[in-house]
C-alpha cells in the first residue's frame, strides 16, 4: 500500500514549456485534489475531482488542466508554464463522505520555472 | 466556497509553554474539520480531526482542538509543547471540497 505518489519530486521549467505532473493512490479513494504551496499562502485548491469521469475548479485553476480517465490516477498539466507557477506541488486523496475524509498527501512537487 | 482563517502567522514559544493556535471557518453548515502538521520538507500529515459528536477532539502527540459551532471555530491546543512540535501548522475545512487556511509556523525554542 504505497498511498499517493506523485511524479517527479523536482522538476525545473523554462517559460513556455509544457509538463505534467504525476499523482497516483492506491487507496480507492474517489475524491482526489490538487494544492500549490506558497509561502504564507498555505495551500490553495487547483482542481479536485470527486470521481472518475468528473472534475472541478478550485480557487486557482488557471494555467492548469486535468482529467480523471481512472479512479486511481489524477495527473495535472500545465500547458505554458510561467514563472508564477514556481511553486510546490502536492496530490491528495480522500474518501468523499462519511467519517473518514481527512486527506492523504504524496510528497510532494517542487516546480521551478525560469 | 468555505474559506479559512489562522490568526497567528508565526508563534515562537519556549519549550513547556502552552500553545493555542486559532482558527475560523466562514460559514455554518455540515462540515468537517482538521488539522494537519508539516514538519520541514515533509508533506502534511493530519494531526486530528472533526466529524460530529464531542466537540473536544484529541489527536496524536498530545494535542487537541475544540470545535465551538458559534463561532464557528476550531481551535488547536496543547497544555506543554516540545521542540519537536517545531513545524507548521494548517487548519482545514471539508464542505464540498477541501479548503486550507494560511497556516501558523511554530517555532519552540529549547
Known amino acids: 500500500n504505497a498511498g499517493v505518489t506523485q511524479t517527479p519530486k523536482f522538476q525545473v521549467l523554462k517559460t513556455g514549456q509544457s509538463m505534467t505532473l504525476q499523482c497516483a493512490q492506491d487507496m480507492n479513494h474517489e475524491y482526489m485534489s490538487w494544492y500549490r504551496q506558497d509561502p504564507g499562502m498555505g495551500l490553495r485548491l487547483i482542481h479536485y475531482s470527486v470521481g472518475a469521469g468528473i472534475t472541478d475548479q478550485g480557487e486557482v485553476p488557471n494555467g492548469y488542466n486535468v482529467s480523471r480517465s481512472t479512479t486511481e490516477d489524477f495527473p495535472l498539466r500545465l500547458l505554458s508554464a510561467a514563472p508564477s507557477q514556481t511553486s510546490v506541488y502536492f496530490c491528495?486523496?480522500?474518501?468523499?463522505?462519511?467519517?473518514?475524509?481527512?486527506?492523504?498527501f504524496g510528497q510532494g512537487t517542487r516546480l521551478t520555472v525560469v | 466556497a468555505q474559506s479559512v482563517s489562522q490568526h497567528n502567522h508565526h508563534v515562537i514559544l519556549s519549550e513547556a509553554a502552552s500553545l493555542e493556535l486559532g482558527c475560523n471557518y466562514s460559514y455554518g453548515g455540515t462540515v468537517n474539520l482538521f488539522w494537519y502538521v508539516q514538519y520541514p520538507g515533509q508533506h502534511l500529515q493530519l494531526l486530528l480531526k472533526y466529524f460530529s459528536g464531542d466537540p473536544l477532539v484529541k489527536g496524536i502527540k498530545g494535542f487537541e482542538a475544540e470545535f465551538i459551532k458559534s463561532k464557528f471555530s476550531f481551535n488547536l491546543r496543547k497544555p506543554s509543547v516540545q521542540w519537536s512540535d517545531t513545524a507548521e501548522y494548517f487548519c482545514?475545512?471539508?464542505?464540498?471540497?477541501?479548503?486550507f487556511g494560511a497556516g501558523t509556523r511554530l517555532t519552540v525554542k529549547p
Open positions: 491528495a486523496s480522500s474518501y468523499s463522505e462519511g467519517m473518514n475524509t481527512e486527506a492523504f
Open positions: 482545514a475545512v471539508r464542505d464540498n471540497d477541501m479548503r
